[in-house]
Antibody, heavy 124, light 107 residues
Framework: QVQLVESGGGLVKPGGSLRLSCAAS????????MSWIRQAPGKGLEWVSY????????YYADSVKGRFTISRDNDWSALYLQMDSLRAEDTAVYYC?????????????????WGQGTTVTVSS | DIQMTQSPSTLSASVGDRVTITCRAS??????LAWYQQKPGKAPKLLIY???TLEGGVPSRFSGGGSGTEFTLTISRLQPDDFATYYC?????????FGGGTKVEIK
């Protein structure tokens, strides 16, 4: 079945780094744009970054620009989020999410598959 | 950046009620608007995309509408399973933005 499974979350000190991974199964990763979306404790959803199908086009929220890097390995059906210079305000559940089929740079049909989330806590 | 403002932030309603949630964009966003439902401890679920297109398997009591900068999600007859938090989301080439969420709770 179609599934996204995140891993790599944990406790890290301010200024530290963490790399999140997302394993995709049940579909062809290279057919889909993908996003990372986060949710701070008790707060709403915040989009973090998205990647085009090949990974050549990537966009970031202003809050993470210059600190986070999204990448993907379509051969291994994996999406990644490298997070550097972490801050307390980056504490959140991070979701890997699939853009619905047909979505592209100029078309968006929603995010139809979500992982279960991985928790990142930034604290000294 | 485009900002999305949802109202109300909390809505108290009873089973069988008709409820409407509004989402306003800081500028015109065309048709790239989606709605999600999230229950505590769970990932969000896509309900509607392209303003009014129902995702497969979503009950027909959910409907979306609007254009330009103002959009709505309506639940025609609230069911016990509908008590949750709802988010709108817009897309443009450079970003996706969520509204702040509307919690639908039992009156």
């Amino acid at each position: 079945q179609v599934q996204l499974v995140e891993s790599g979350g944990g406790l890290v000190k301010p200024g530290g780094s963490l790399r999140l991974s997302c394993a995709a199964s049940g579909f062809t990763l290279s057919d889909h744009y993908m996003s990372w979306i986060r949710q701070a404790p008790g707060k709403g959803l915040e989009w973090v970054s998205y990647s085009s199908r090949s990974g050549s086009t990537r966009y970031y929220a202003d809050s993470v620009k210059g600190r986070f890097t999204i990448s993907r390995d379509n051969d291994w059906s994996a999406l990644y989020l490298q997070m550097d210079s972490l801050r307390a305000e980056d504490t959140a559940v991070y979701y890997c999410a699939r853009h619905r089929s047909g979505s592209s740079l100029n078309y968006f049909y929603g995010v139809d598959v979500w992982g279960q989330g991985t928790t990142v806590t930034v604290s000294s | 950046d485009i900002q999305m403002t949802q109202s109300p932030s909390t809505l108290s309603a009873s089973v069988g009620d008709r409820v409407t949630i509004t989402c306003r964009a800081s500028q015109s966003i065309g048709s790239w608007l989606a709605w999600y439902q999230q229950k505590p401890g769970k990932a969000p679920k896509l309900l509607i995309y392209m303003v009014s297109t129902l995702e497969g398997g979503v009950p027909s009591r959910f409907s979306g509408g609007g254009s330009g900068t103002e959009f709505t999600l309506t639940i025609s007859r609230l069911q016990p399973d509908d008590f949750a938090t709802y988010y709108c989301q817009q897309y443009n080439t450079y970003s996706l933005t969520f509204g702040g969420g509307t919690k639908v709770e039992i009156k």
